[in-house]
Nanobody
Framework: QVQLVESGGGLVQAGGSLRLSCAASGIILSANTMNWYRQAPGKQRDLVALISSGGSTNYADSVMGRFLISRDNTKNTVYLQMINMKPEDTAVYYC?????????????WGQGTQVTVSS
């Protein structure tokens, strides 16, 4: 059974930093594209960053140059390092992956971790 568990959220002042972690079980992260999404109150869930199985990364324009996604294969964990944070980064952050099982793609989500940036 696949489980994704996020941690590392909290309250930070504008300009500060946080590092989120997504620990996985039941799946090998390095074999899958891993995504970080975020959802602010009243808004849709948006893709923030991804890292492919080959290690390529991609970022939303709003976080480019401030967020860094990385992966530790020995710990089967994906990270999202956030620096120079802004109040608009406030959201619940979710770890996600999709895996082809049998004849269909299946989505896996963590429970989310709250990030609040005060001005």
């Amino acid at each position: 059974q696949v489980q994704l568990v996020e941690s590392g959220g909290g309250l930070v002042q504008a300009g500060g930093s946080l590092r989120l972690s997504c620990a996985a079980s039941g799946i090998i992260l390095s074999a899958n594209t891993m995504n970080w999404y975020r959802q602010a109150p009243g808004k849709q869930r948006d893709l923030v960053a991804l890292i492919s199985s080959g290690g390529s990364t991609n970022y939303a324009d709003s976080v480019m140059g401030r967020f860094l996604i990385s992966r530790d294969n020995t710990k089967n964990t994906v990270y999202l390092q956030m620096i120079n944070m802004k109040p608009e980064d406030t959201a619940v952050y979710y770890c996600n992956t999709n895996r082809y099982e049998g004849s269909r793609w299946r989505e896996y989500w963590g429970q989310g971790t709250q990030v609040t940036v005060s001005s």
